[in-house]
Every structure is written in C-alpha cells, then in structure tokens.
C-alpha cells in the first residue's frame, strides 16, 4: 500500500457520549486505526485497549505526544475544547474535534492560532452538516437548475433536555443547554445550504423546566447577506417529535418506536438525583456497565436533523433520511445520494481527504467559529430581545462529493 494511504492512526481524546456514537465508524471504516486513547475513566481506556488494541494513555499530554498518533479525536466535554486542541496542537497532532468548536470567539480563534502556528489541521465535526443528503441538496443548488435559494425552514423535536445529562450539561454558562449542543447542526446545514455568510440573527430561547435550568428550545430568524433567510427551531422538551414526518426514521438513520420520548421521560422521573443521572449517562457510554456494542450493519437511511426545506425561485428542495425530494412543476422526483459502509462515513470522508489528499477541510476552523458566532447570536438575541449584527461570517467552501 502506499504508505501516504496507510489508514489515519487516530487517537481518541475522551471516551464518553460522542466517541460511543462515532464507535460504528471509527472502529469499521478501514481508513481509520483507533492507535491510543485516554479518559479519566481506567476502565473505559481498559475496555478500548482490549476491544480495539490501541494503546490506553494515563494522561491528555501522553495521548497527545505519543509518536504512534497522527490525528487526535478530541471527544471531551465543550468546556475543554480549547485546552485539548491547542494541548494536540502544541505536539504537532491534527485535530478532529466535537461540536461546538468552543464556548466564546476568543477560545475559537486562540484554537485557530494554535493550529496555525503548529501548521496542523483542525476539522469540527461531526455536526449532521455532513450528512450525504446535505451535500447533495448543496450540489444541486450550485447546479443552477432551480435559481437562488430563497428561504429555508429546518425544525427538530426531540427528548434532548430529558436524556441522562451530567450537571454541566444543564449550566449555559459551562456550555449546557440545546443552543450549544444542537443549534451547531441546524446553524451548519443552513449556512452550507445559504452560502454561509450571515448578516443578523433574531431569536427567541426557552427556559420552562426550572429542575432543567437551561435553554431546552430556541427559534430564530437568520438573515443572509445574499438576501435568503432561514428559520431554525428547535425543541427539546420531549412531548412532540417530529421524527414521524422523516418516515418515522429516528437522527441515526435508524426506524424510531413512537413511544420513545414518553419512555425518556419516565426513565427521566425515575431518576433520584444528579448524581444517579450522571451515572446513568457513564454506565450507558462505552466501557459502562450498560453498554452494549452496535453490531448492527450501515442503516438503510442516512442520519438526519429533522425536517429541512429549501425554497429555491423554481422549486424547493425537501431533505430526507433517502435522499432529497424535488418538489417542481413538474411533480415530485426523489435523488438519493450514494450510500457508504458504514455509519457516517462522511466524516471519514472529509477526514480522508485533509489526512491523506491535502485537501482543506469544508468543516475549517474558520467556518465553525462563524457556525458558533450565529449560535451565541441566538443566545444574546434571546436575552436582548433584539436582532444581533454578526462581523466574523465566511463564504461556503466548496464541498467534495
């Protein structure tokens, strides 16, 4: 094999939430050797070791100097972002890190510095902006075919706020609540599908659980500078869902029971304290005492975040987890992008491509800070009651398909 297309000897910073979601890909797609990992957790570096083989690291600065591990997956809580990119950085290690890149533009542009400074790539993912359906409604925008895109409309309602949390994930201020960790998905697939500059943002958050002290819904209005604009709303207060109107196909492409969100909530109920919700959270992630490996094949539909259309001058363009639906004059046609092997292969794609072929990466630094700049936009207008100017937007990058 060439050697410049050996797989990318990854190590994994952090073993909670997302690194158990991202486990189907990174430890089945072949361009990708899980190499080394660390987490506070002995026994979840103990459970990687022996399920993947790679090494189980006792500290961040370990895992980030071994010479083995060319890319870190900085998998970490929000609020550490910052300290683990520029900690990889410092030892010349690319980066794949979490949504939300981070919790302010300064910590976002002093990770940039830092990766510049190393000369290391930084890719911020995985937000569902990756999803082939997204792309390919992106292609067939730029294909001209049916004018300028005019409006779009994406809206999600889920059990979000009720699922096992630690206490953080319910203080705004340490990066908790709906705004942080999903308007990053919607905020992404909307400037992808936009052009990506926004000029203001007006919006609105919910507060209504005082026993969840975090914004749990937020709705906004995003103006861009191309004269298009896009309404985001998300709920996650846990009583309507709106996964029915995507074919009853659940965000991991897979068929969702209707009862969920009413069985998150009497688990919810059932739970006596913080510290038994923490728990619950630990033991369901990889190396817990509930944890059960995915052995399940790709799922015949792709990932989504809930509905999304876009409303081009001759036609508008419906996201499903198929494919994109193409509502014309002349009917209704579906195109369905090509399938990968295995969950989220996308990721890897882009991954691939920066790793392996030089090419930038769509999912930059610079376009997830603009992505968290319209985010904190969403936060400061529902404090302020008024529409917030945003200064540090980006252009969409050309995407690979």
Not at 49 to 68: I, M, Q, R, Y
Not at 223 to 245: E, L
Request: glycine share 8%.
């Amino acid at each position: 094999m060439n050697p410049h297309k050996q797989p990318i000897r990854l190590g994994v910073l952090g073993l909670g939430r997302a690194f158990t979601l991202m486990i189907p890909t990174l430890s089945k797609d072949p361009r990708v050797a899980l190499a080394a990992c660390f987490d506070p957790n002995a026994g979840a570096t103990a459970a990687f070791a022996k399920a993947f083989g790679g090494v189980a690291h006792t500290s961040a600065e370990a895992l980030c100097a071994d010479p083995n591990v060319e890319w870190i997956y900085v998998a970490t809580p929000h609020q550490l972002h910052e300290e683990h990119v520029r900690l990889a950085a410092s030892q010349g290690k690319h980066v794949l890190v979490e949504k939300p890149m981070a919790l302010s533009l300064a910590a976002c542009a002093r990770m940039q510095a830092a990766c510049e400074q190393a000369g290391t790539q930084m890719i911020v993912g995985h937000s569902h902006s990756f999803n082939a359906p997204v792309s390919h409604a992106k292609a067939l925008i730029e294909s001209g075919q049916w004018g300028r895109v005019c409006m779009i409309h994406a809206m999600n309602f889920t059990d979000f706020l009720y699922r096992p949390r630690r206490p953080e994930e319910l203080d705004t201020a340490k990066g908790g609540g709906v705004v942080f960790s999903q308007a990053a998905h919607q905020v992404d697939i909307v400037r992808l599908l936009a052009g990506g500059d926004v000029s203001s943002v007006y919006a609105r958050t919910g507060s209504w659980d005082p026993t969840r002290p975090t914004e749990g819904a937020y709705t906004a209005i995003l103006n861009f500078r191309s004269g298009a604009f896009a309404n985001v709303t998300y709920n996650g207060y846990g009583f309507f869902d709106s996964d029915p109107w995507m074919a009853g196909i659940g965000e991991m492409g897979w068929p969702k029971d209707v009862n969920t969100h009413r069985l998150t909530r009497e688990k919810h109920l059932a739970t006596k304290d913080e510290a038994a919700e923490a728990r619950r959270k630990a033991n369901r992630n990889f190396g817990g005492q509930d944890y059960v490996p995915d052995v399940r094949p790709s799922p015949a539909a792709f990932q989504h975040f809930g509905p999304v259309v876009v409303s081009c001058e001759h036609a508008d363009l419906r996201l499903t987890p198929y494919g994109v639906e193409i509502h014309d004059t002349h009917g209704v046609c579906l195109e369905a992008p090509q399938r990968g092997p295995v969950p989220r292969f996308e990721v890897v794609d882009e991954l691939w491509s920066v790793a392996r072929d030089g090419t930038p990466p769509v999912h930059s630094g610079a376009w997830s800070a603009a992505t968290m700049e319209v985010c904190l936009a969403i936060l400061e207008s529902g404090k302020k009651r008024e529409a917030i100017i945003l200064e540090h937007q980006v252009p969409v990058p050309p995407l690979r398909l």
